[in-house]
């Protein structure tokens, strides 16, 4: 696994000791405005190259891809060049695969500067872009050098993306480390980018997604429990082009209610769930209803059957084997 570094303090230190020939710092232009402090400040380098992008779901596209290989050309970056990509998920996803295929691979360091990019994204080494309709359809596994985790950053985020963030740190205190839900339960969205607890809440949730990818980075096994939620907060995603972190904590709900009816997970899990979302101040609508049949274009098909991560009880998920077309009726 690659270094995980808390504080953008550290980041001068490491490029001296990568020793780069070049430092390129990518970044949407949004974010080279909102960001300036920490770009004037940590990120204030000699002889720095930028390269500016687009952001969001327009950085995960072919044409940005292309472009972007084509400022890599144009400012000379070479073998020994250091990338550093900054921004959320999108940036990463597009910035990791572009140095991961340029010159068959260079070395980049991952800034996310968004709570969900902070505790999953930037973690992992997935990226990729979006084609054909599909998203994350092109990418490749390629981990950073380092990836450096500053809480500063959440201060900016809005009230969504804070939401979003926790679909995935609520997720990992259901499937494996319940001190984080303890942590959650001080907390509301609107404390969250202020709370003394947030520096530990980030660490714990990277940690449970390190235990889950450390021993199946290329995820044939374990690693998917990680999916917990995505199964049918994917077609969610896909329905209403919600945002990932919010169609997680959907997908955990549907999922919930599918697996309690069956008595897969303990009964009162779901109560549990929405403990911690109303302490959190968060409130689901019941109008998202999924597509179940998308589930069947979902890359975890696999013939016949699907792998269904599923919560066993508050801190403990398996991985479920079951046939398509009973997934579907429990769905119904
Ligand atoms: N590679 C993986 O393992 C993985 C895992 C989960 C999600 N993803 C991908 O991540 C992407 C979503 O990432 P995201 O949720 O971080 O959103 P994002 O990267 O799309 O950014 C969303 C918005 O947040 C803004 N933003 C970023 N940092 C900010 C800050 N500090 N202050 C204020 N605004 C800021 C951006 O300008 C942008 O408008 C999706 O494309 C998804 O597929 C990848
Ligand atoms: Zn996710």
Known sequence: ??????????LKALIKKENPSSACLIT??????????????????????????????????????????LNFTKQNLDRDSLVLALGGGSVGD?????????????????????????????????????????????GSFYLPEATIIDERFIKTLSPHQ???????????????????????????VASIPNSPNLKKIIKKSIEVKDYFIKND???????????????????????YKMSHGLSVLYGILLELEMSEKNKLTKKGTK????????????KLSDRFVP????????????????????????????????????FLKLAK
């Open 1 to 10: 696994m690659s270094k995980i570094l808390y504080s953008l303090k550290s």
């Open 28 to 69: 949407s232009g949004v974010l080279y405005e909102k960001l300036a402090w920490a770009i004037a400040k940590e990120l204030a380098l000699k002889n720095l190259k930028v390269i500016l992008i687009s952001d969001g779901e327009e950085a995960k596209k072919w044409s940005a891809l292309e472009n972007l290989l």
């Open 94 to 138: 597009l910035v990791g695969f572009a140095c991961s295929v340029y010159l068959r691979g260079i070395k980049y360091i991952q800034i996310p500067t968004t709570l969900l990019a902070q505790v999953d994204s930037a973690h992992g080494g997935k990226t990729g872009i979006n084609f054909s309709n599909f998203k994350n359809q092109i």
């Open 162 to 188: 804070i939401t979003d963030g926790l679909g995935e740190i609520i997720k990992a205190g259901f499937i494996k480390d319940t001190t984080i839900l303890d942590l959650l339960k001080k907390e509301t």
């Open 217 to 239: 980075l290329k995820d044939k096994s374990i690693r998917q429990i990680l999916n917990v939620g995505h199964t049918l907060g994917h077609a969610i995603e896909l329905k």
């Open 271 to 282: 109560e549990e769930f929405f403990r911690i979302l109303e302490s959190l101040d968060i």
């Open 291 to 326: 597509d179940t049949e998308k589930v069947l274009h979902d890359k975890k098909i696999s013939g016949d059957s699907l792998i269904w991560p599923i919560i066993v009880k508050t801190g403990q998920a398996k991985l479920f084997k079951i046939r398509t077309k009973d």
